[in-house]
């Protein structure tokens, strides 16, 4: 098949950890004979020095038409001024806006071999292989705002509508695992929650009968991450729930330079990226694990290229590297934990095969 790829590298560890993930692409594409076209453009702080602007007009009609856009990193302190007028994250966020990705994915799973880097006990996360389904265009962040002197509010809305697209997609990927999936909602305080749940019920009684849906409410869903993460398969949540949830879950894995995401839904490509930020402390060192970016471009064969085997093989390199003591630095306490980024890439290359 053939395709094309917008890769924007960004800032901090992001140009370093997109190198690896495109030679993971081209790898997998030279193994199984696809043709896919990369086209590296600005964004993020870099493109606010290039051009005064994190998303040029040229990037941004440039994602429009690719297959699937991968992202490395965007930020850091060089832009970060109180004062600064314009900001990398204003990039990332109108660029989710302009594609329309009302879906983010971030799987989490825990590799045998890394069940010792958590901070939680290993007997708590061994196994752990589940999915956040999280809303990322509505809700209390999108919602009309309000301030004046002594008072400030944030509106939280949902549609019928909004709901019903994420459940049904996040109930098709729940179809896809092992059947499970838990809706996440604040249904005994919130309006928008009590709609949450009856949409929710309604989409999978009507068109997934047989997955188990199970309701939760968000505080009690914090402390069940904790305290039994195994039970958990799919979880679809509201945009805030799901922003502060994912980052608890993430914890889970070891190391935020593990896991990667997927953002969906638009009529355009897929949006993907590892869930860390441009670690300004060890950027330009080399150190940093491309792992999450790596897994990130599986993410972007599966579900943007539609090649699952090929995403299959790749995730499959990423777990016999790990498993065979491959580690970057940040999995720290772990013998060995101290190869670079390009020799990470390597380990896992050298155990790519075809699938
Ligand atoms: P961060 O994720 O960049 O770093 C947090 C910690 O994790 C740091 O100690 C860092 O060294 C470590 N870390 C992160 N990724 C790693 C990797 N792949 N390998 C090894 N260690 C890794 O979060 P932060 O420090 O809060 O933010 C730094 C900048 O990144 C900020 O400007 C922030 O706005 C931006 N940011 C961007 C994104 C994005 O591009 N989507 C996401 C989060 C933060």
């Known amino acids: 098949m053939k395709a094309r790829v917008a890769v924007l590298a960004g800032d901090g560890i992001g140009p370093e950890v997109a190198a690896e993930g495109v030679r993971c692409l081209q790898a997998v594409a030279a193994l199984c004979g696809h043709e896919i076209e990369l086209t590296p453009l600005p964004f993020g702080g870099a493109a606010i020095d290039a051009a005064g602007d994190p998303l040029p007009d040229a990037t941004l009609a440039a994602c429009r038409t690719a297959d699937a856009v991968l992202l490395g990193a965007i930020g850091g302190p060089k832009w970060s001024a109180p004062e600064a007028r ?40 061994r196994g752990v292989d589940l999915v956040f389904v999280r809303e990322l265009t509505g809700g209390i962040y999108f919602g009309e705002k309000h301030r004046d002197a002594t008072r400030a509010s944030d509106v939280c809305s949902y549609s019928a509508a909004e709901i019903e697209r994420i459940v049904r997609l996040a109930a098709q990927l729940a179809q896809a695992r092992r059947g499970h999936l838990t809706s996440i909602d604040k249904s005994n305080v919130l309006e928008t ?163």
């Open 86 to 125: 314009v900001r990398p994250e204003a990039g990332l966020l109108r660029l989710r806006r302009e594609l329309g990705t009302f879906a983010n994915l971030r799987p989490v799973a825990v590799h045998a071999a890394l069940a010792d880097a958590s901070t939680l006990k290993a007997e708590v996360v």
């Open 193 to 355: 929650s009590r709609l949450w749940r009856e949409v929710t019920t309604r989409v999978v009684q009507q068109e997934f009968p047989h997955l188990t849906l199970e309701h939760m409410l968000v505080d009690a869903a914090a402390m069940h991450l904790m305290r039994r993460p195994r039970d958990f398969d799919v979880l679809v949540t509201e945009n805030m729930f799901g922003d502060i949830l994912t980052d608890e879950a993430s914890m889970l894995a070891g190391s935020l330079g593990l896991l990667p995401s997927a953002s969906l839904g638009g009529s355009g490509p897929g949006l993907y990226e590892p869930i860390h930020g441009s670690a300004p402390d060890i950027a330009g060192r080399g150190i940093a694990n491309p792992c999450g970016m790596i897994l990130s471009v599986a993410l972007l064969l599966r579900h943007s290229l539609r090649l699952p085997a090929e995403a299959a093989a790749l995730e499959r390199a990423v777990s016999s590297a790990l498993g065979a003591g491959a580690h970057t630095a940040d999995l720290a306490g772990l013998p060995g934990a101290s190869l670079s980024t390009r020799a990470m890439a390597d380990a896992v290359l050298s155990s790519l095969r075809r699938p």
